[in-house]
């Protein structure tokens, strides 16, 4: 009698067991299902497309949207963008058309790597550099910016060809370089410590021999802000 009431007691004991097992796996499938949900359902705003370029999740399920206009897609390269919450739908940064970025996200961060195209060798051919660099993460359970720093630029132009072209523009010479050549040049030396660029470039804005308008003035402005911002970020 004890044998057979044992016997009975283990069969319901297994089969509370199961059931509980399977309860368990049921909550485990429908919360992941909510955050696929979630996901799926992560939008663009502030006058973007609805639908994101890109949907990156964070390891605690915390999801951000990329909106804009994709420049290149093997290089994961935008403009004119928005980086978004999925959760709380707010614009989390944000840049022009003007500036260029390529996105990498690894070890839980999203890198967005602001690339701007100026002279960087001997012969002033143009090329991406990597100018700053902003982090996006999540603290205390939010996605938040870490903010943007300057990146250390490198380049190839000798102080020879440098001195060699401030000389120029000291004399009726600089008139062979068209004035975006000249403006960027002074940009990137600039960056780079030339103080003797820096100067000439503050002064052109009044120099009689150069007309900033249209093109000229945005690119100017834009060397100048670039310039400044460094320069209190260091």
Known sequence: MKSTLT??????????????????????TSQNNVVTTEIKECKCFNGFDEKPNKIYTF????????CGFEENEE??????????????KKLITGYDAIQTCKLK??????????LNKLPTNDKWEW????????????????VISLGTKPLKVKTTISE???KEFLDLLETD????????????RLEILSICGNE??????????????????????????????????RNKKQ
């Open 160 to 162: 020879k060809t440098q």
């Open 173 to 184: 010479g600089y008139k062979k370089v068209e004035v975006e050549e000249i403006l960027a």
């Open 59 to 66: 390891s605690d399920n915390n999801s951000i949207s990329i």
């Open 127 to 142: 090329n991406d550099i990597k100018v700053a660099e902003e982090i996006i993460a999540v603290k205390n359970k939010s």
């Open 75 to 88: 290089n994961n390269e935008y403009s004119e963008f928005g980086v978004f919450d999925c959760k709380s």
């Open 7 to 28: 016997i009975i007691l283990i069969l319901v004991f297994i089969g509370c067991k199961q059931k509980e097992s399977k309860h368990k796996t049921l909550d485990k």
């Open 105 to 114: 996200f690894e070890n839980d961060k999203l890198y967005i790597i602001e």
């Open 196 to 229: 003797r660029a820096k100067k000439k470039l503050y002064s052109i804005k009044n120099d009689k021999n150069y007309e900033l308008d249209g093109a000229y003035e945005e690119q100017y402005k834009n060397a100048i802000a670039t310039i400044e911002w």
